[in-house]
């Protein structure tokens, strides 16, 4: 085997299969490797919504980007990628919530992201399963849903096309100063190593400001037709934003197959992988309460996983200062399968001095070196 490559990305998930496919297109010899399969962590868990969001001018720019990239990258993907320009239908239950859809539609369109504000009759054209009585809401046309395993599959497969090499179910337990270290003491060396390794970043590289935030999904059996678009609640932002205590939002998926997502929760300082009746129970009652007909349908399986949060709400993406090998792809918290394809595009056109796009500055790991 190979020991000795141009760059090493640790995880094997959406981003450091991007981030593998980015680097090995630029003309790198890569090394993939993670501990278990292609896309078989948080990857396999997160919902698909390819979404722009505004939080920030910083996470903006690098959804909206994203959004970008994946728009040139759909035509490629197959079939089993599962890539749909479905939309984005906020709901707004409230007058408060009304006004924040009308500031955000504002804010999208002066950056040119189509975005309409929807009356109530609006709103129950394009969704006519969402309860009466709500106040309105907002449609972003160009948000969309994947697979993302499938499309972690697709950038491997990009990758390997361009001469990566992928090394499954090999554990890392040491990166840093241009070596990793696997189990049996097998030593792999690069000048570029790539920590895509999402909440288990700290493992590898300790005093990362990274917490693993639990998430639990729910699929239903099929209904087709219950649900048309991504359809989330605006009060999302407000309790995504919640600093500490553990929350459930509306936000429902429709799968191509006809099954529906239902989420999502969110949970610090709680590692166990086990699914948590009572946060389902919760989700189920928030879903019911916008969708009335979910609470008679069945449920085929809940899904659980770990998100990579940063105290900025901002990924940690480009070099660490104390380490000129070691360069950071995570932290992306619930947004890392939109900002996957960002993420790679800034640290392979950073890696090789091509122009960047948007600004890396508020992503660089260094912001919080003071
Ligand atoms: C409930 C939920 C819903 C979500 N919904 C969305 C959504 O709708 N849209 C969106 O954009 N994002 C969403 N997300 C977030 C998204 O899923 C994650 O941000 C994204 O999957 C992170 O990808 P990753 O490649 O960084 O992590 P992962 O997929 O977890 O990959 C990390 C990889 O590193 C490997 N690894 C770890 N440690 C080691 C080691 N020591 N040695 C070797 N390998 C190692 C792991 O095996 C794993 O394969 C959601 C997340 C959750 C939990």
Same mark, same amino acid.
């Given at each position: ?16 299969? /991007? ?24 990857t396999s868990v997160g ?30 993907? /197959? ?79 990009q990758a390997l096309a ?20 696997? %189990? ?40 087709? %037709? ?85 105290? %900025? ?7 660490v200062p104390d380490d ?23 640290? /392979? ?19 919080? %070196?003071?």
């Amino acid at each position: 085997m190979n020991h000795h490559f141009d760059a090493i990305v640790a995880g094997a998930g959406i981003v450091g299969a /991007a981030c593998a496919a980015s680097l090995a297109r630029a003309g790198m010899h890569v090394a993939l490797v993670d501990r278990g399969g292609v896309g078989s962590e948080t990857t396999s868990v997160g919902m698909g919504h390819i979404v722009v969001l505004d939080d920030s001018e910083a996470q903006f720019a690098l959804t909206r980007y994203s959004q970008r990239l994946w728009q040139e990258l759909a035509p490629t993907l /197959a079939a089993e990628a599962e890539y749909e320009p479905l939309g984005t239908v906020w709901v707004a239950a409230d007058d408060e919530e009304l006004a924040e859809a009308e500031r955000k539609s504002a804010y999208y369109n002066e950056r040119g992201v189509p975005a309409t504000v929807l009356s109530p009759s609006n709103l129950a054209e394009h969704e006519p399963n969402l309860r009466a009585g709500l106040a309105g809401g907002m449609f972003v046309p160009q948000d969309a849903i994947v697979n993302p395993p499938a499309v972690a599959m697709h950038l491997v497969t990009q990758a390997l096309a361009h001469g990566a090499e992928l090394l499954l179910g090999c554990k890392i337990n040491a990166l840093r100063r241009g070596e990793a270290v696997l %189990d049996k003491g097998v030593r792999l060396t690069a000048p570029l190593l790539v920590n895509a390794t999402c909440g288990w970043a700290t493992d590898l590289n300790p005093g990362l400001p990274i917490r693993k935030r639990k998430g639990h999904l729910v699929l239903t059996e099929r209904y087709p %037709d219950l649900v048309r678009h991504q359809v989330a609640e605006l009060g999302y932002l407000k309790s995504t934003q919640a600093a500490e205590s553990d929350s459930v939002v509306f936000n429902v998926q429709p799968r191509p197959n006809g099954q529906i997502l239902i989420g999502a929760s969110r949970q610090y300082d709680n590692e166990d992988t086990g699914v948590d009746k009572r946060i389902v129970e919760a989700l189920l009652k928030r879903a019911a309460q916008y969708i009335p007909a979910l609470a008679t349908k069945k449920m085929a399986t809940t899904r659980v996983g770990f998100r990579a949060a940063t105290p %900025d709400k901002l990924p940690l993406i480009g070099p660490v200062p104390d380490d000129e090998t070691l360069w950071l792809a995570t932290g992306h918290e619930g947004l890392g399968i939109t900002t996957s394809l960002g993420t790679a595009a800034l640290i /392979a056109a950073a890696l090789t001095g091509h122009k960047l796009e948007i600004p890396i500055e508020p992503y660089l790991p260094a912001r919080f %070196d003071n």
